[in-house]
Antibody, heavy 120, light 106 residues
Framework: QVQLVQSGAEVKKPGASVKVSCKASGYTFTSYGISWVRQAPGQGLEWMGWISAYNGNTNYAQKLQGRVTMTTDTSTSTAYMELRSLRSDDTAVYYC?????????????WGQGTLVTVSS | SYVLTQPPSVSVAPGQTARITCGGNNIGSKSVHWYQQKPGQAPVLVVYDDSDRPSGIPERFSGSNSGNTATLTISRVEAGDEADYYCQVWDSSSVVFGGGTKLTVL
């Protein structure tokens, strides 16, 4: 069965960076992409970007360009999302989701979420 | 940027039909996906490409899309359907989510 297992909760200070991992299993990792979606407390879903696990191509949300980097390690079927220069409004639950081989597809499987808290 | 508009809340009695709308400029020309999210849980895909259902999603969930409105319809609503629902499209090299609709089962 398809599973996406994310790393644990993080607490960071403003200005720091965070790197969240997402380990995939139960499918051919390189046949799909991974999208990252975040959700601030009590708010809706916000797409952060997509990465192809096949060739590493990325498509980032304009709002986060320059602060976010998404990578994959095909040897371990793991995707990573790094967010830099953290601010208090980056406090959110961060989800990875399996996406299609192009960024326009739906998200059919999701990780359990990783809470990132940014606080001084 | 493209905007998707959903009603903040919809209420329905058990056994009745719930319709959750998602408005956007010419949304009928796009593929719409719908997600269900219960408190403290990750979203779950319930309808993709306007009207297709992933395996394991009950037939009570259906979708349509035309003109400026896409609709998620939940027939014979059950207490377990109470959740937030989000629509999603792809536009101008970006994924766009609607603001979400809280479905309350009375």
């Amino acid at each position: 069965q398809v599973q996406l297992v994310q790393s644990g909760a993080e607490v960071k200070k403003p200005g720091a960076s965070v790197k969240v991992s997402c380990k995939a299993s139960g499918y051919t990792f390189t046949s799909y992409g991974i999208s990252w979606v975040r959700q601030a407390p009590g708010q809706g879903l916000e797409w952060m970007g997509w990465i192809s696990a096949y060739n590493g191509n990325t498509n980032y949300a304009q709002k986060l360009q320059g602060r976010v980097t998404m990578t994959t390690d095909t040897s371990t079927s793991t995707a990573y999302m790094e967010l830099r220069s953290l601010r208090s409004d980056d406090t959110a639950v961060y989800y990875c989701a399996r996406a299609g081989p192009n960024p326009s597809a739906d998200f059919d499987y999701w990780g359990q979420g990783t809470l990132v808290t940014v606080s001084s | 940027s493209y905007v998707l508009t959903q009603p903040p809340s919809v209420s329905v009695a058990p056994g009745q039909t719930a319709r959750i709308t998602c408005g956007g400029n010419n949304i009928g020309s796009k593929s719409v996906h719908w997600y269900q999210q219960k408190p403290g849980q990750a979203p779950v895909l319930v309808v993709y490409d306007d009207s297709d259902r992933p395996s394991g999603i009950p037939e009570r969930f259906s979708g349509s899309n035309s003109g400026n409105t896409a609709t998620l319809t939940i027939s014979r609503v059950e207490a377990g359907d109470e959740a937030d629902y989000y629509c999603q499209v792809w536009d101008s090299s970006s994924v766009v989510f609607g603001g979400g609709t809280k479905l309350t089962v009375l």
